[in-house]
């Protein structure tokens, strides 16, 4: 059996919310009304936003977007993912945490699934909002010249 990557959502009304926002879950468990614990296969991408407030407003708000990686493999710790996994983008703070959710709004518009875009996207992404730069869109061209790459790499 492959040990798969773990992550526990949890939804608390105005308090706590974490949930996938895309990625093709492997393994799915309901623990109770309000906490699941979801699976994620070894080289699968998936993004995890993460909200919490408390009586004074919003104390959190994240999105982070992780490739499963296998056992053993070196990861990245992120909050109730578990093992952790391959950071290929982390941003904080409601703002830039709307960019991203625009981004992948932008991509599925294009019809192309959000764990199949270009790792080095991710991470382009990442790196503009984090340099306060606008960042490229991602194109069907791009993706095209991607699914090529993926065939001619080991």
Same mark, same amino acid.
């Not at 009304?33 to 699976?39: D, E, L, Q, W």
């Given at each position: ?92 703070? =409601? ?5 991203? !959710? +625009? #981004?992948?709004?932008?991509?599925? %518009?294009?019809?192309? /699934? ?7 996207? =991710? ?5 503009? !909002? +984090? #340099?306060?730069?606008?960042?490229? %869109?991602?194109?069907? /061209? ?13």
């Amino acid at each position: 059996m492959t040990a798969r990557t773990s992550v526990e959502l949890l939804w608390i009304e105005k308090q706590v919310e974490r949930w996938i926002r895309f990625g093709r879950i492997a393994s799915d468990t309901i623990v109770d009304r309000r906490r699941r614990t979801v699976g994620f296969d070894p080289g699968s991408v998936f993004a995890l936003v993460q909200w919490a407030s408390n009586n004074h407003g919003t104390i959190v708000s994240r999105i982070d977007i992780l490739r499963a990686v296998g056992a053993r493999a070196p990861v990245t710790t992120v909050p109730s993912v578990a093992p952790g996994g391959e950071l290929l983008l982390h941003q904080s703070g =409601w703002p830039k945490v709307e960019i991203v !959710l +625009a #981004a992948i709004d932008t991509i599925e %518009a294009q019809d192309i /699934e959000p764990e199949h875009v270009c790792p080095d996207h =991710w991470r382009h992404l990442h790196h503009r !909002l +984090a #340099a306060r730069q606008a960042p490229r %869109a991602y194109s069907r /061209e791009r993706h095209a010249a991607w699914l090529k790459r993926r065939t001619i790499e080991p």
